[in-house]
Every structure is written in structure tokens, then in C-alpha cells.
């Protein structure tokens, strides 16, 4: 018996290792496409010994949905935040990057990284327009690429769909966790 809790110990720690050697990131965002195409992400994190696996689906630490997605996930149990807006389309629905609870809690120095990577883009895209449309599909180029987080008109009415959906009217507010983007934020103003 002792065996076999030495042995499950041991290959809990070894997936924790390998979990915490690598990062898992949606691809498809236009910031995402700009911090891949530059690099930034991945040679700040591998300094500290952390691969970035860029990727479109799969079991991903950071991935981009609407609010109402993020909505869906929490009423099905998933226990995520909305770290970031990657974007703001015509009708004012918002992209957002979401992160699960645990990974924020677990690795926030890493979650800055993704974050602080991101607003990078985001300046670098909507201070060269024609660069960026380069790198970027010319869809991506027009998009609002808000940053931070969603304004009272957006929570209002992801308040009204999380009411829809027997949740919390506040849940969207407290969905969206903005305390790693004041820390980037903060640092990047430095």
C-alpha cells in the first residue's frame, strides 16, 4: 500500500513539473497571431524554463470566447475568469482571454507574462496599422482591439444572459478578474 501512495505521489509531482514546464495558449486571437509572429511570449517564459505551446484546441490554459461563452462554461461548471479583452466587435460583443481559476492561482507570474504579451500587441497592431495588416488578415485588422476589460454596457448585458441562464446577474463581474492586467498595466507604465 505504501508502494503504491509513493508511486502515485511521484507521478502527481512529475505531471505537476511537466504542467508547470509548459503553457498552453489559444492561437487564433489577432494579439495571439502578433505575440506568436514576434516571439515575446516565448522568450520571456522559456528564461524561466516554460515552453509555449501555441494551439488552436485541446486542453489550453488561455483561450479566447465571448462573454456569453464564458457565461456557458461557468453555468456547466467550468471554473473560469475572463482575464483580458482581446477585442470589441461592431455590436459591442466583446472577445475575452480566459484563464481557469487554478491556473491564474497556480501560476500568476506566468498569467502576467500572457497578459503584459497580449497589451504588447495590442499597442504594437494599433500603432502600425499597416504592419499589422501584414501579420494579420485584414478582418483582424478592423477589429477594436479594446484591451483590459468590458465597460458597463458590456456587463449589463452579459448580466441579463447570466440571469437567462439561472445564474448571479453580478457573476459576469466577478468572472472578470482585472487584477492581473492592473499589474501589467502598472509595470508596463514603468
Given at each position: ?87 470589441r466587435d461592431a455590436t459591442g460583443n466583446d ?27 495590442r499597442n504594437w497592431i494599433a500603432a502600425n ?19 483590459s476589460r468590458p465597460g458597463p454596457a458590456q ?36
Amino acid at each position: 500500500m505504501k508502494q503504491h501512495l509513493l508511486r502515485f505521489a511521484l507521478l502527481l509531482a512529475a505531471s505537476i513539473s511537466a504542467q508547470a514546464a509548459e503553457i498552453s495558449i489559444d492561437s487564433t486571437s489577432p494579439a495571439a497571431t502578433v505575440v506568436r509572429h514576434f516571439g515575446w511570449l516565448d522568450a520571456e517564459l522559456a528564461s524561466r524554463g516554460v515552453q509555449v505551446r501555441w494551439a488552436e484546441e485541446g486542453k489550453l490554459d488561455f483561450t479566447g470566447a465571448s462573454g456569453t461563452a464564458a457565461l456557458n462554461a461557468r453555468a456547466a461548471g467550468g471554473a473560469i475568469k475572463a482575464v483580458y479583452v482581446l477585442w470589441r466587435d461592431a455590436t459591442g460583443n466583446d472577445q475575452l482571454l480566459l484563464a481557469s481559476e487554478s491556473f491564474l492561482n497556480a501560476r500568476p507570474q506566468d498569467a502576467q507574462a500572457v497578459i503584459a504579451a497580449f497589451e504588447r500587441a495590442r499597442n504594437w497592431i494599433a500603432a502600425n496599422p499597416e504592419d499589422a495588416a501584414k501579420v494579420l488578415t485584414e478582418g483582424a485588422t478592423r477589429r477594436n482591439l479594446a484591451g483590459s476589460r468590458p465597460g458597463p454596457a458590456q456587463l449589463a448585458a452579459l448580466g441579463g444572459k447570466a440571469r437567462e441562464l439561472g445564474l448571479d446577474a453580478h457573476l459576469p463581474g466577478q468572472l472578470l478578474d482585472d487584477s492581473l492586467v492592473r499589474a501589467v498595466m502598472v509595470g508596463s507604465t514603468r
